[in-house]
């Protein structure tokens, strides 16, 4: 069975900081993982997919297969990050994704 | 470029009723999939349609049903409403079966009273 865990609900920074948002999964085929970011009074919106290897906003996230494990990581955290951070793993075939809890990120000023 | 598109925003049933929600998928996406959204059980995944076929559902019990049409809208239905049924109901469309390319709608929010 396919599952996801995001440690913290709640993750709190200020801004320059460093914040690494946690996801562990759970799943016996090969992973296809996502960071997906709802801001305040926006709809839920793809961050960063773990295939392209890209950085978007500053973000990076590296799939570590032994630890089973795609933490999110930004070296400044800046204030207009705040929002909620969801990690998802994919299915090996359809748009069907498996969501995490969700991390509620604040950055401080 | 519009987005995916829900209907209603808002909906306010009593137990026992049924409710029908919309969505209308990015011109050109051919696959929609559903999620319920609540505060204790996050997102969890509903069902996903690919030309009109459904190809994956979730862990919901038979009164949730959804179809997709020929110009890709879907809608799902939720039969005889229970107070749990409560949620954000949020419609994700793409281009195709893979799950790189999700795109989310607003959500309808239903609330069951």
């Known amino acids: 069975a396919q599952r996801v865990t995001q440690p913290e609900k709640l993750l709190s920074v200020f801004k320059g900081a460093p914040v690494e948002l946690k996801c562990n999964y759970s799943y016996s085929g090969s992973p296809e993982l996502f960071w997906y970011v709802q801001y305040s009074r926006q709809r839920l919106q793809l961050l960063l997919r773990?295939?392209s290897r890209e950085s978007i906003k500053g973000f990076t996230a590296d799939l570590n297969k032994g630890e089973t494990s795609f933490h999110l990581k930004k070296p400044f955290a800046q204030e207009e990050d705040s929002a909620m951070y969801y990690c998802a793993l994919g299915a090996t075939s359809g748009s069907r994704l498996t969501f995490g809890e969700g991390t509620q990120l604040t950055v401080n000023p | 470029k519009a987005g995916v598109t829900q209907t209603p925003r808002y909906l306010i049933k009593t137990r026992g009723q049924q409710v029908t929600l919309s969505c209308s998928p990015i011109?050109?996406?051919?696959?929609v999939s559903w999620y319920q959204q609540t505060p204790g059980q996050g997102l969890q995944f509903l069902f996903e349609?690919?030309?009109?076929?459904?190809?994956n559902k979730g862990n919901f019990p038979g009164r949730f049903s959804g179809r997709q049409f020929s110009n890709s809208r879907s809608e799902m239905n939720v039969s005889t409403l229970e107070l749990g049924d409560s949620a954000l109901y949020l419609c994700?469309?793409?281009?195709?079966?893979?799950?790189?390319?999700?795109?989310f709608g607003s959500g309808t929010q239903l609330s069951v009273l």
């Open positions: 773990h295939i």
């Open positions: 994700a469309s793409s281009p195709d079966i893979r799950a790189e390319k999700l795109f």
């Open positions: 349609y690919f030309s009109e076929t459904q190809r």
């Open positions: 011109s050109g996406h051919r696959s």
